[in-house]
């Protein structure tokens, strides 16, 4: 019963960042390369800090349904170029298996943002610490990109 709430309110991150956004452009919708593969969400609530969730499959050991939700801030300073700010955050991640996992993770990516089209690529690092049923570390990539509206 507590998974199923939890990918209620996951799912629902991206519906309710947008209405809290209130900007037309600002909600993003893509895929996700690595570890996990999948459906990438995107909501900016200001211009330096965004939501981001992601609806994947976890192609790791007896692999799973892989559900987050992060919180990240971004750098335009990081690089000469205004297009690609480094950002950093922190969330939480579930998997749901045989053992169900539920755990925090930091973000760390280089976001490329389109200057013509409503896209953006990314490129993240996130270390994991799984916390339920037991603490381990882990360690996800990933590659992708997704269209805002």
């Given amino acids: 019963m507590r998974a199923a709430k939890l990918l ?13 956004s209130g900007q037309p452009g600002s909600t993003g919708l893509g895929i996700i390369i690595g570890e996990p593969t999948g459906i990438s969400f995107k909501v900016w609530n200001s211009r330096k800090t965004a939501f981001d969730a992601g609806i994947a499959w976890s192609f790791g050991k007896n692999g799973r349904l892989h559900l987050h939700g992060d919180y990240l801030v971004h750098n335009y300073n990081a ?10 955050g922190a969330g939480a991640r579930a998997k749901f298996g045989d053992d169900t996992r539920l755990g925090v993770r930091g973000v ?18 996130v270390p994991v610490f799984d916390l339920v049923p ?7 990539a990933g590659i992708g990109m997704r269209f805002f509206f």
């Fill in 134 to 140: 037991e603490t381990s570390f882990g360690l996800n």
């Fill in 79 to 88: 690089f000469s170029n205004r297009q690609l700010p480094l950002y950093a």
């Fill in 8 to 20: 209620i309110i996951m799912a629902a991150i991206p519906i309710i960042c947008q209405a809290y």
């Fill in 108 to 125: 760390i990516g280089i976001n490329y943002l389109f200057r013509e089209l409503p896209l953006d690529a990314f490129v993240e690092i």
